[in-house]
């Protein structure tokens, strides 16, 4: 099974980066039919196998292609648009915190969305519905607590397409949700822009088959969740409800990086782990009530079915019920089941599912700790079957020994076995999964080994005890009380392991990705290594040391592993070659925001404010993806304009992923007290010790490349607003320049034009956002530029932006449009400027 699934996926990839022949796939089909019909003996099996590969193959082009020809994609444009549409809740609608819940609150508006799937049957044109197909995400600004799947719904929203990456290192989500075969999403504002059809109204395939397991599924899904917040808090009720439902959405960011950078991330995403928690308990409930082997297996499988139900089948868990429903199938059959073919067989069943699934990054990784279990724990391939047969004999005898030990000695060498085992396959999956996880999400955790052991028996509590707590809560609330406490106790001592082991220095290290091309060569190094099953024959004298097979193979591979990670941090850390640029500036495309990276040196780097309007997460991903994409891991200082928090929101999360020398503020900025949004700014500069420093008029600071200097705003503070009092930033690089003017309005735009006037013919970056209200006329007309760069959102897309922004017949580049936009100047050449743009053309 094994070989098949690796076959699998060969045609699958092929598909993927060489396209499908129909031809020549069906005479690859013929002629390994015909080579196992009638050609060599020795050669049969290996000719059936082959066929695996064309089969698959057209599989995945079937997928896509059905994909591409969905209707719902005519419909939806590079921006989003007014659409109402006809459709059918596929999938139980979940709740989430809605990013902008403290603004909402201040508005009395609800601060809880619901977010569920539909497959669209209709599309309203003008006055009338065509019938169209598709699926898309909905997210509805208010709690749908009466949604259940299978409804029938009008929906009054914005259709829009999944943005694409629009920023170098930002992963590109358009895949992702390909691979969930969603084709847009569906923005509601507020409940009355979802209509629930009556029965009637519903269309009779659906009304026919009910989708019984869907409700079902859905209803248990509520309840449970219901159960779960009953019994818990706001510091325990996300968590738990992800551990045990499978529901990660109202997980903080904060929680979900310290789970992230310690390993534990897989607590978020229910798995094999979680599934076989639960079938553990269905097996006792099994021995406690006296079912015997086939009633067992049958009360396995139905705990399997609905636990995959109810926590949304995603492909971990699914896998993990093939496995084991295999093994429970084979008890009824009373034949030993194959581990690793099992395995094999749950890749297979899935990519037939869905191929796509061979690029989510889940599934990978899943497979990964799966295969890596099962190698650890099977017995040395070397050996013979006398071999193993004498060392279990031997196993046996050294029981009995041990059984004859006083039992506080015996107890102990079990507790030490089991924890013993416990660091062994932690430390190989966290060994094995590492090469994947650096290259997807940027970390390296050695701190993880240690921290899935501790959580290994606190998780298994926590799971059966919330189990225990919403079945409880069914029958009578106060039954389920005392399994709800231990379940938020067990939670909050979880969040607690989790948060010390974030904390502890070297326990984690934020990279820039290594290469997929090393990546990649590790895996197939890794791979040809376990096929080949030759480590341990070499006749060469060894240490008496390594003697040992195992201990010989263990010390190699672990020696090839530290090379590798050495080659790795090597390659992933080595700054992206400026190409004899004096500077070179990336505006990121942050939304309405503002985030500009400035390189005077490889090494030199530099950010000109860090936020966004409606990050109150504090999260950095965009910023963090472009200066990783630049091999960039020390920052030598981060300049925020002004106190506006779409400046500096992201700054905690930057301070969290690198080493910043210095912070760079107007005079006063971090002295304001009526800022709310600064409290987390100071309590990060105060935990990561970052000295900050103030510039005003007239400051200069000459780097090896370019001279920074400071035009706006003066030592002492303008009576005016935080915009008016806008740190204005200008690079010179010989005879050009580029000037960063933050979100400037009056009064401080007199101030600025009636200081020092630059040559023309410069880069200039749109003062707020390219706003129409903020004098940016002025601005321009005494700055004359000759390109001009808008950092907005949506606003800027409106048309009277750009023209105002060409007053003086400059080029206007918008990152909302045009995506991330790279700046070079050059002291010398004819060529002085340079801009590039992402979505244009990606460098």
Partial sequence: ???????????????????????????????????????????????AMLVVVPCFAMRH????????????????????????VQAVVDRPPTFRRHPLADQRRLRNQPTMQTRFEVTVSAIRIGKAFRSTGGRAMVTVDQPLSDLQCGDAVTLLGELSRFQPASNPGQPDLQRVYRQRRLHGRIHVDDAAGVITSAADDQPAWWAASGNWIGRFAGELSRLGRQSILRHTDVSSGPLAMALILGQRDNVDPLTRDQLLVTGTVHLLSVSGLHLAIVVVMAGWLATFVGVRVRGRVVLILLTCLVYTAVTGGRPPVVRASILVAVYALSLWVRRPAVSINSLGLAALLLLLWNPTLIESIGVQLSFIAVSTLIICGSTDPLQSEAVRQELSREEQLDRLIEKSSPPIAYHARRIWTGVRNAFSYSAAVTLVSAPLVWHQFHVISPISVLANVLLGPWMFIALASGLVTIALDQLWMPLGLP??????????????????????PGGHFWLPSPPTWCVVGFYVVLIVALLSRGI???????????????????MVAISAWGLWVVMAWWLSTS????????????FVDVGHGTAVVMRFDQDDVWLYDCGHLGNDLGESHDIDGVLWSLGTTHLSGIVLSHADSDHFNALPSLLNRFDVDQIITPPGMMDEPDEPALIPIRNAIRRHRVPVKTWSVGDHHQRDRADLVTLHPPKTRLAGSDNANSLVLQINAGSTWMMLPGDLEPPGTMTLVNGPRPSPGGVMMAPHHGSLAADSDMVLRWARPSKVVVSGGRRALHPDVEIAMQLTGSDVAITRRDGAVRVRLFSQGPDQIQIRCWNLNPW
Wanted: proline share 6%; net charge positive; with cysteine.
């Fill in 61 to 84: 082009h079937l997928e896509t292609t059905r994909y591409d020809a969905a209707e719902l994609r005519q419909h939806i444009g590079e921006f989003s648009r007014p659409a109402i």
């Fill in 483 to 504: 399994s709800g406490w231990i379940c938020h106790q067990t939670i909050l001592v979880m969040r607690w392991i989790v948060q010390r082991a974030a904390e502890l």
């Fill in 575 to 586: 700054p992206v070659p400026m190409n004899n640029a004096t500077t070179e500036s990336i």
């Fill in 1 to 47: 099974m094994v070989i098949l699934a690796v076959l699998a996926c060969v045609g699958i990839l092929l598909d993927r980066f060489v396209g499908t022949r129909w031809g020549v796939m069906s005479l690859w089909v013929i002629g390994s039919a015909v080579w196992t019909l009638w050609g060599p003996v020795r050669g049969r099996t290996f000719a």
């Fill in 536 to 554: 341990g024959r070499s006749t060469n004298p060894i240490p008496p040391a390594l003697e040992n097979p195992r201990r010989r193979s263990l």
